[in-house]
Each structure stands twice: as C-alpha cells, then as structure tokens.
C-alpha cells in the first residue's frame, strides 16, 4: 500500500485565491511528521511546512497552512492568495517515528493564473 | 545556510559507461539519501545510508551502488548506463532518528544516457 497518497495530478488556481492541495497518509505508528515541499522548475526541492502527529494546533507558514486531520489520516496543504510564483510541484511526504526513511507522494502540478 | 551540493547539474552520457554522481552536505547530517524522480512517479529512494560506510537499498537499488566513506560525502554509481536511468537524480540529507526533521536537498542532477 502506498504510504503517500496525492491524487491531484495537476492543479489551476487563480492569481490572489487560495488552493488546497491532498494528501493522504497511511501509517501504523503514533509518532510521524508530515512535511511537504515545493519543486520549481528549476528543480530544487524547498521545504515549506512540517506538522508533527502529536501537534494540536494546523501548521502555519506564512501563506502556506497545512489541514491536519489524524483521524482521516490526511494532510492537506492550503496555500492562500496565491502567486505567479507558486506554479511548481508540490509534494507531500512522511516520517515516521525514528525511522530514517522519507516517503513521498507522486506529487501535484499547481499552476497559478494571471 | 544549509547546503547539499550536487557534482552536476546536468550530465550526458553514453550507454555502457560508468556514471558517478556525488553528493556533499555541510550539515553534519548522518543520513544521505539518493532519489530518482520520474514524471508521474514522484520520487523513489535508490540507497540511503545512515553512518560511513553504512547503506540501506530503497525501493529501486537495481543498476545502481552507492559509497560514504566520509561522513559528508555520498556518492551514486551506475556500473554500465542505459538508456532507462535517463532520469533527474536527487540528494538529500537529514539528521538521524528524529520525525520532526525534514531533509535538504541538493538542486538535482539532470542525467541523459544516448
């Protein structure tokens, strides 16, 4: 079963309003941080936001907040007033508990409109 | 500012020949890792390794070895190239057991094989 679940393949979104990108999740452990990130064109992966399995509060960064809710194991990114330079993949991924490995969705295109 | 750095940023090579890619982090991170990504099929883990001397297969080690044999250097090798390894390859790092780290990455390397 895949750890990561994004099933957005490609996104649009109009300049100045705001855009959900899914994410789902499938782990057994109580411990796990969830983080996504954004790739450019230009290829280099950025970290945006991380939230941790035990945090009570939505992450925020910014412009970037991420919908946590555990019991339907999703993780969803909300990128408010979006921008020209938004337009990029997005990725969600996981960690769980003291395990090295990372686990990565198949990704999201956004592509922000003028 | 923290920085993982990659040999190339692109890279021609021909079928049969024996392809290095190396990766260096600053971070004093004991974890390393090697992706390919793919369109469509997000990012897949080739090798990761923990400590010198330590990898770990991840879910596509075929065709491909890797070495660490300092703690800031962990190089990708593909012993006789094809045309199928035609791909964007990413490095990452991270510290060791902890969920609330993410990982950084290295701005990719962009391999052909003719």
């Known amino acids: 079963a895949q750890k990561i679940t994004q099933t957005q393949p490609g996104m649009f979104v109009q300049e100045k309003e705001a855009v959900t990108l899914d994410c789902t999740y499938d782990t057994s452990d109580q411990s796990y941080g969830l983080f996504w990130y954004k790739q450019p064109s230009s290829g280099e992966m950025i970290f945006l936001i991380y939230?941790?399995?035990?945090?009570?509060q939505n992450a925020t960064e910014g412009r970037y907040s991420l919908n946590f809710q555990k019991a339907r194991k999703s993780a969803n990114l909300v990128i408010s007033a979006s921008q020209l330079g938004d337009s990029a993949m997005y990725f969600c991924a996981m960690r769980e508990g003291a395990g090295n490995q990372f686990y990565f969705g198949t990704g999201t295109s956004l592509t922000v409109i003028p | 500012d923290v920085k993982v750095t990659q040999s190339s940023r692109y890279l021609v090579k021909r079928t049969g020949e024996k392809v290095f890619l190396e990766c260096v982090q600053d971070m004093d991170h004991e974890n390393m890792f090697w992706y390919r990504q793919d369109p469509g099929l997000g990012l897949r883990l080739i090798y990761f390794?923990?400590?010198?001397?330590?990898?770990e297969k991840g879910d596509i080690p075929e065709g491909y070895s890797v070495s660490r044999e300092k703690k800031e250097r962990f190089s990708l090798i593909l012993e006789s190239a094809s045309t199928n390894q035609t791909s964007m390859y990413l490095c990452a790092s991270s510290f060791v057991g902890r969920s609330t780290d993410t990982q950084y990455f290295g701005p990719g390397t962009r391999l052909t094989v003719l």
């Open positions: 939230q941790g399995s035990y945090d009570e």
């Open positions: 390794s923990y400590d010198v001397k330590m990898k």
